[in-house]
């Protein structure tokens, strides 16, 4: 309803206030490479700074100009726990050096919080049954966070629809309406397309997105992967065009005895897992568990775009002092990543650092220590699906003594360990994530697995760059 007003009306807002309150800002991606989905996250003290009367309780982001706004998706969170909203946040397409205007639209004189939440793409929760301390999940992937500090990633299994000749890939690499040739085989299969159907390309003459924006369904389209070979079909000849769509949010399959929606991609899960934290003795060169008593977890975001989760060890004592361990992972929509976000209260002893890491896959893997970034690839556990595995940590060494580590010596034989030391304030992130070849998101060989995540390093290292643009002249 808020989105109606905002969007169709561009006159009134709830309140009866008839002068819309705006927020113009530009996002431009400096990077040659386009970039999907990615977080723009603004501060209530940001916004408020621009428009001191700036309120969470009514507000919208659209991009583009009048007339022709589109909505944003967004959230506003409390990540201080508070109980006030002081984040807001969206995810945004960027073509190569692109820049876009973004307006946040807002009424000051609103009492009551309205917001919106259209096609929940993250979940977090808690799960006593599963023996874990909370579990995230966007709609690509899940990780269970174990008491002793492992994280464990769930792939999840692609629904298989239908095919179709590649005599289609034309109007889906020209960004054409559907045909209605097109559009007869998906009602022949029970699939009612709307009129409001956009077509994304995820990677040119292989990955489309099929998006059905009024019925708030999407459509994965790939071209058939010739497993004898390796080698992706020629479109002009033969192959298809499979037509899959995501099990979307499913961390509640996990409950069932037997579940085929949910893959662990963790041969074995160790003190780490896929990207968890251990305490590091330097010294020993072994690995400390995280207590497993006298912690406690809050959801911080349990949000359609961003789920947030946050495990506090507030008397984490190590030899003869005691520390606060909080531990704040964030996920995000139609992302496979999670970022890691630690704080120590008290600084470690030179004696200790914090060690997290990946599966070694046994098959490949490659590190690079001057951008932080580190991977492996192989097989799933069932040795069925491609599976790649990365960690990226911050390489800034005027405020990080950032570590990656190749030798497994003191550590498990399956693990790549990264360790990484805190700052002056005691804090460090980290991203990690998992890219499954049953999903919706698969990659099929090691070489392009290496390019995504160099890729990815290069846009966590270069973010979009966000200015605020004078407000317009009242009209």
Same mark, same amino acid.
């Given at each position: 309803m808020l989105g109606i007003l905002l969007i169709f009306n561009a006159c009134t807002m709830p309140g009866g206030n008839q002068n819309i309150s705006k927020i113009r800002l530009s996002i431009?991606?400096?990077?040659?490479?386009?970039?999907?989905?990615?977080?723009?996250?603004?501060?209530? +003290?940001? =916004?408020?700074?621009?428009?001191?009367?700036?309120?969470?309780? +009514?507000?919208?982001?659209?991009?583009?100009?009048?007339?022709?706004?589109?909505?944003?998706?967004?959230?506003?969170?409390?990540?201080?726990?508070?109980? $006030?909203?002081?984040?807001?946040?969206?995810?945004?397409?960027?073509?190569?050096?692109q820049t876009k205007e973004i307006s946040i639209l807002?009424?000051?004189?609103?009492?009551?919080? =309205?917001?919106?939440?259209?096609?929940?793409?993250?979940? *977090? *929760?808690?799960?006593?049954?599963?023996?874990?301390?909370? @579990?995230?999940?966007?709609? =690509?992937?899940?990780?269970?966070?174990?008491?002793?500090? @492992?994280?464990?990633?769930?792939?999840?299994?692609?629904?298989?629809l239908f095919s179709v000749d590649t005599m289609f890939q034309p109007e889906l690499d020209y960004g054409r309406p559907l045909s209605p040739e097109l559009r007869h085989h998906f009602e022949n299969n029970g699939i009612t397309l709307s009129q409001q159907v956009q077509i994304e390309i995820e990677r040119a003459e292989q990955k489309w997105i099929v998006r059905d924006l009024e019925k708030q369904e999407i459509y994965f389209i790939r071209k058939s992967h010739n497993i004898e070979t390796g080698l992706e079909q020629e479109a002009t000849t033969e192959g298809q065009l499979d037509i899959v769509q995501s099990v979307g949010l499913s961390l509640n399959a996990l409950l069932k005895t037997e579940t085929s929606?949910?893959?662990?991609?963790?041969?074995?899960?160790?003190?780490?897992?896929?990207?968890?934290?251990?305490?590091?003795?330097?010294?020993? $060169?072994?690995?400390?568990?995280?207590?497993?008593?006298?912690?406690?977890?809050?959801?911080?975001?349990?949000?359609?775009?961003?789920?947030?989760?946050?495990?506090?060890?507030?008397?984490?004592?190590?030899?003869?002092?005691?520390?606060?361990?909080?531990l704040t992972t964030f996920i995000y929509g139609d992302n496979p990543w999670i970022e890691h976000h630690i704080h120590i209260d008290g600084n470690l002893t030179t004696d200790y650092a914090i060690a997290t890491g990946i599966p070694h896959l046994n098959e490949a893997y490659g590190e690079d220590r001057k951008q932080g970034w580190i991977w492996s690839w192989g097989t799933d556990p069932s040795d069925i699906d491609t599976l790649g595995v990365a960690l990226i940590a911050p390489t800034h060494r005027e405020v990080h003594d950032t570590r990656i580590i190749a030798d497994y010596k003191g550590t498990e034989s399956s693990l790549v360990p990264v360790i990484l030391t805190p700052d002056a304030e005691g804090r460090l992130n980290y991203r990690t994530f998992a890219i499954w070849g049953g999903g919706i998101d698969g990659i099929e060989t090691e070489t392009e697995f290496a390019e995504h995540v160099q890729i990815t390093t290069t846009a966590l290292r270069t973010p979009p760059h966000i200015k605020f643009l004078p407000k317009e002249e009242e009209k």
């Open positions: 431009q991606n400096t990077l040659p490479l386009p970039r999907k989905k990615v977080p723009i996250v603004l501060t209530g +003290a940001q =916004l408020r700074k621009v428009s001191p009367d700036f309120t969470f309780k +009514a507000y919208s982001v659209v991009s583009g100009k009048a007339p022709r706004e589109v909505m944003v998706p967004s959230q506003a969170d409390d990540l201080d726990y508070d109980g $006030e909203l002081d984040q807001l946040c969206f995810l945004l397409d960027l073509e190569p050096e807002y009424d000051p004189d609103v009492k009551a919080t =309205l917001t919106l939440d259209i096609n929940k793409q993250t979940r *977090a *929760a808690i799960f006593p049954e599963l023996n874990v301390v909370a @579990a995230v999940e966007s709609n =690509l992937i899940a990780y269970l966070l174990k008491p002793n500090g @492992a994280f464990i990633a769930y792939g999840k299994k692609r629904a298989e929606e949910m893959v662990p991609l963790n041969r074995s899960e160790g003190l780490i897992g896929c990207g968890g934290i251990a305490l590091w003795h330097k010294g020993k $060169e072994e690995m400390i568990p995280l207590p497993t008593e006298g912690d406690y977890v809050r959801i911080l975001a349990d949000g359609s775009i961003r789920s947030i989760v946050q495990r506090i060890l507030p008397e984490w004592k190590i030899q003869d002092k005691t520390h606060r361990l909080t």
